[in-house]
């Protein structure tokens, strides 16, 4: 299929920004005249409506409005950018559902058209869209609560029209790019993001969704992944078929080997195969077989089945996705299964995603879900989807959520035992207790620190139980919590929190992700006191935490494959992370791709690199790949579309043995050795600084400038 072309895309943009605004306006005023700002409710106000407030109090609560102890009100800010979030998205969903033909009324089990829904809609005195936005809800519970009171508001009549014409005004074709979804959170929150950069102000929890956020182009998704799941696949079938290794006349005719023919088929593109080099070779020459550039990832398990694969910074799901298409073609392949139970085996298995932000999380989710459809072609059944949010915090204190294990206890029926001492022991009096705790503890600091919590820093004894078994009781108790004060959102918080805790706590075969950029001058005190701590040699950006930190996930055959800032490759701050980095870690591959790598941020803003590095020791002779698409200095940036068609093109492999970057000045990573080449400094015996006069510069600024005086003589010939 192809991307959302540009126009269409600016469309999109256009109408979802719009929606965010029309909507949260609309949710302010639903929620004052239900008197959820207020102190006490309207005197007017009816039972129904007075339980419905009070079901909104505590789910704002949860989402981070706080509650003035002295005035008694509270704020709303927080809970209507939820309401406006959840209606304008269960349309949108279900939209997307309706023209990919996935939307299904629950029930008859019948396929529905938009037409069909406002048909039905008309018959029972309802709107078309609501109509559609529950049948997508029905079909998709894990993503739309069917109890969160923010759907069961009633928006104004004139927010509801507007935001069916923004809905309307799409054009069929939106919604069958592959791509669409994916762009649709950073819409959603482009506003808020330039709002948060002009204002200046340092990143906190409640900023870091929004200033984040940067959808990943596809051809770095591929790239990545087929580097590395692609170049696994291919190692296996060159080492089966050694004629092929030695007698392939190029790539493509290697790409063409490694291509999955099942469900319609799945090209690695991206691919890249270099030359071994023959003892016989002279400089520059590689005559030998031919190996993925990358390598062949001997530690990873020979199955597919084998496979997990992470993405911690999911966003809306496009590495998920991408990975998805891949796993289920190559499970099918290898075991010989049909689409429909390849799929549900790898969203079983294979597939993990962590996002700190729950509204990007459930987009995930429904990308996922949505892939998994077409791909099938109906909707059928799926299992679990191992996608959860690592940025929920408690809000609440230890000692509550303690009660809720009690309480955990009695709505599943849970019976106590007696023990020789007579004291009455259970799940909840112990194990769900004390998993109970442990959440709280871990997750204080979640909606700040997100995939960077580490189960293992908090207490190698933190966690006990089966996590599965925690959120299985949790949901269990909210099933039969429904109404009554004060659980519900707690324990809908305490359930997402086990999956995630368990995603955390998980080992992987790849971690793949475009980590989240963010300069150390940003970011809030406590994120800065967090990076001190934790990643005292990474802790100059965000992502090169995040680059730290996912060798925690990996074990010890491993890999990570991200989009990162490029500058931690060569600027002094992060010296000491490349060299532990270089001796410790096998350097499979770097892209450089400079400026221009993003075809929605323009100019030097964000300068990128490609990395795939794996978590055991490297090889005394192993060589790591370099492709750079970058442009020269001083020249205008090449474009990503361009930055794409290079990368598995006319940007050759540079090969250099990894032991020689470490010893480059500052360990510096490079794309081409050194080699016997000489370094500037050496040129020189020495160097002296003497002070000159006052000056003026170009720009009208006054100071004690300095001039380098260069005293002494070539040290050796160029």
Same mark, same amino acid.
């Given at each position: ?33 239900? /008197? ?173 969704? #929004? *200033? ?110 991408? #990975? ?65 949010? #690592? ?28 023990? &020789? ?36 820093? *908090? ?34 918080? /305490? ?42 040699? /990474? ?42 980095? &270089? ?6 591959? *770097? ?20 990395? *795939? ?106």
């Amino acid at each position: 299929m192809t991307p959302l072309p540009p126009d269409l895309r600016t469309l999109l943009a256009r109408a979802i920004q719009q929606a965010r605004r029309v909507g949260e306006s609309g949710a302010q005023d639903a929620l004052r005249s239900l /008197a959820v700002h207020r102190a006490k409710p309207h005197d007017s106000m009816s039972l129904a409506h007075r339980s419905l407030r009070n079901r909104l109090l505590r789910r704002g609560r949860q989402a981070g409005d706080r509650r003035d102890r002295e005035t008694g009100t509270q704020n709303i800010g927080h809970l209507a950018h939820e309401a406006a979030y959840e209606h304008w998205h269960r349309m949108l969903f279900a939209r997307f559902l309706a023209e990919n033909g996935l939307l299904r009324d629950p029930e008859h089990g019948v396929d529905l058209s938009l037409d069909d829904c406002r048909d039905l809609a008309e018959e029972e005195g309802a709107d078309a869209w609501d109509f559609a936005g529950r049948c997508a809800g029905h079909m998709l519970p894990e993503i739309f609560r069917g109890d969160d009171p923010v759907l069961d508001i009633s928006l104004p009549p004139e927010t509801w029209q507007e935001l069916e014409g923004l809905l309307d005004g799409l054009p069929e074709a939106v919604f069958s790019a592959p791509d669409s979804l994916g762009w649709t959170y950073q819409f959603w929150q482009a506003e808020r993001k330039d709002e948060v950069n002009r204002s200046g102000v340092k990143i906190g929890a409640d900023e870091l969704p #929004a *200033v984040t956020q940067l959808f990943t182009e596809t051809y770095m998704v591929r790239f990545l992944l087929h580097n590395t799941v692609g170049a696994w696949r291919a190692g296996r079938l060159l080492a089966d078929r050694p004629d092929l290794a030695d007698g392939a006349d190029d790539e493509d005719g290697l790409r063409r080997l490694a291509r999955l023919d099942t469900a319609g088929g799945y090209d690695f593109s991206y691919l890249r195969f270099v030359r071994r080099v023959r003892e016989e070779d002279g400089d520059d020459e590689r005559t030998g077989p031919w190996r993925p550039a990358a390598g062949s990832f001997p530690d990873w398990s020979r199955d597919a089945a084998a496979l997990r694969v992470l993405d911690p910074c999911c966003g809306s799901g496009h590495f998920l996705v991408e #990975a998805f298409e891949l796993l289920v073609r190559l499970r099918m392949a290898e075991e010989g299964v049909q689409a429909d139970e390849a799929i549900r085996r790898v969203l079983r298995d294979n597939l993990f995603g962590l996002e700190i932000d729950p509204r990007c999380t459930q987009i995930a989710a429904f990308n996922l879900a949505l892939a998994a459809w077409r791909l099938a072609g109906e909707p059928i059944d799926l299992p679990p989807l191992n996608v959860a949010c #690592a940025g929920l915090a408690p809000n609440a204190s230890e000692a509550e959520w303690r009660q809720l294990a009690e309480r955990a206890e009695g709505a599943t029926g849970l019976a106590g035992d007696r023990d &020789l001492f007579g004291e009455d022991q259970s799940l909840a009096t112990g194990a769900l207790q004390d998993e109970m705790a442990a959440l709280h503890k871990l997750f204080g600091r979640a909606p700040e620190l997100g995939s960077l919590l580490d189960p293992g820093a *908090v207490g190698r004894d933190l966690f006990s139980a089966d996590f599965k078994s925690v959120a299985k009781l949790l949901d269990i108790a909210i099933g039969r919590e429904r109404g009554v004060a004060g659980r519900d959102e707690r324990a809908v918080a /305490a359930a997402g929190m086990a999956r995630a805790a368990e995603i955390l706590q998980g080992r992987y075969t790849l971690v793949v992700t475009n980590v989240p950029f963010l300069a150390r001058g940003k970011q809030g005190t406590g994120l800065r006191a967090f990076a001190e701590t934790h990643h005292g040699d /990474a802790k100059g950006d965000l992502a090169t935490m995040f680059v730290s930190r996912i060798f925690g996930w990996l074990g010890r055959g491993g890999t990570q494959a991200v989009v990162s800032p490029q500058n931690w490759l060569f600027l002094k701050t992060y010296r000491k992370l490349r060299e532990r980095l &270089l001796k410790g870690r096998t350097w499979n591959m *770097v892209a450089r791709l400079g400026p221009g790598a993003f075809e929605t941020v323009s100019g030097e803003v964000v300068n990128v690199a490609l990395d *795939v590095i794996s978590a055991g020791r490297p090889n005394p002779e192993w060589e790591m790949a370099g492709v750079d698409v970058s442009s020269p200095r001083g020249r205008r940036p090449i474009k990503a579309a361009d930055k794409g068609e290079r990368l598995w093109g006319e940007a050759g492999v540079m090969m250099s043995k990894q032991g020689e970057q470490v010893r480059n000045p500052d360990s510096v990573v490079l794309m081409r050795p050194i080699g016997d080449r000489a370094l500037l400094v050496e040129f020189f015996t020495a160097i002296r600084e003497s002070p000159l006069p006052t000056t003026h510069n170009t720009a009208g600024y006054s100071g004690n400038c300095h001039r380098s005086l260069l005293v002494g003589v070539f040290s050796r010939a160029p």
